[in-house]
């Protein structure tokens, strides 16, 4: 696990790196995302593994390659193929007084400087390398920091940015909670978190000691709302999809469902028949993922009982 000081040491690299490079070369950046894509797809078996056994050896293999290896590959070559037109400058109308005497604008695009990219669990490597990918496009340096609660993925993380790329470059620190918090406390050009509502007030208010700004993927309430007479299969195979792709644990799962009275019978068989077309044999599904960890089941599971004790009727 990263302490306090390496993780302060790793900034102070980073910046003095950034400062005597002054802006990288498109070149530069193009080879560093090169060699992420070369070893996550070296290493696609590890992080299929590592996936599996953070989610109680139930993460499907389907699954992590979708979710975690494409999650991770397909930002960065999106980034490969874009980031120069990107950085292009932009030519601008400079206003009329300056133009009549003959002046030009244009717009020059510049590394913010060090950012910092706080992870999740649910997706533990799209959630880093989505952000990672548009932040060194745009040759910035980089301090990642994945989940503490996919400890798997997150050594393995570590061990594929260290190869990919020098800490001087991007860099991948790993620890409890306390090590995040120090994260927020350090005076990054741009601090990126995904994650709960929660823990993102914290982040923000931490940041502000810094002034430093912060971009904040944060979960949300998904309502679902079916108009009368609006159950169709392909809708119900939708929803049940959404709902239980990752068991759930999707920031953008469908919360809850509000349909008229009468379409609440054709509701509730729709989603049993899909839900059993999808897993025949619920949990036991190879497919079907586990959740995260015995808090988090411990949480869900106290739900279904809480529900069931106010009269509500479990399906």
Not at 16 to 39: C, F, G, N
Not at 154 to 167: N, T
Request: glycine letters at 8%; one cysteine or more.
């Amino acid at each position: 696990m990263t302490t306090s000081a390496e993780l302060k040491d790793l900034f102070e690299k980073q910046s003095s790196a950034l400062r005597e490079s002054a802006t990288d070369a498109p070149a530069a950046r193009a080879e560093r995302i090169k060699r992420l894509i070369s070893v996550v797809q070296k290493r696609a078996d590890d992080i299929c593994e590592a996936a599996a056994a953070d989610y109680a050896g139930n993460r499907s293999r389907r699954n992590a390659i979708m979710f975690d290896v494409l999650g991770a590959i397909d930002p960065l070559q999106k980034a490969l193929a874009s980031f120069e037109s990107w950085c292009a400058p932009v030519e601008c109308a400079p206003n009329e007084y300056f133009a009549a005497a003959g002046a030009t604008l244009s717009l020059h695009y510049r590394p913010r400087g060090v950012v910092g990219i706080l992870g999740t669990w649910n997706f533990p490597f799209f959630t880093v390398f989505s952000p990672l990918a548009d932040a060194l496009a745009a040759g910035n340096r980089v301090i990642v920091k994945p989940s503490e609660l996919t400890p798997r993925c997150a050594d393995l993380m570590a061990e594929i940015i260290a190869e990919a790329c020098d800490s001087s470059e991007l860099a991948c620190v790993t620890g409890e909670a306390d090590i995040s918090a120090a994260m927020c406390d350090l005076p990054f050009s741009r601090l990126i978190f995904t994650g709960s509502t929660q823990t993102g007030k914290k982040v923000m208010q931490a940041a502000a000691k810094n002034l430093t700004p912060v971009t904040l993927e944060l979960g949300g309430k998904c309502p679902v709302l079916i108009g009368e007479g609006g159950v169709s299969p392909l809708h119900m195979d939708r929803l049940v999809f959404g709902k239980l792709m990752n068991s759930g644990q999707v920031c953008l799962a469908p919360d809850y469902l509000l349909a008229t009275e009468g379409d609440i019978e054709p509701v509730v068989t729709a989603i049993r028949q899909s839900a059993t077309q999808m897993f025949p044999s619920g949990a036991g599904e190879d497919d079907y993922v586990g959740i995260v960890n015995d808090r988090h089941h411990a949480r869900l599971s106290g739900l279904l009982e809480d529900a069931k004790a106010k009269g509500a009727e479990i399906i």
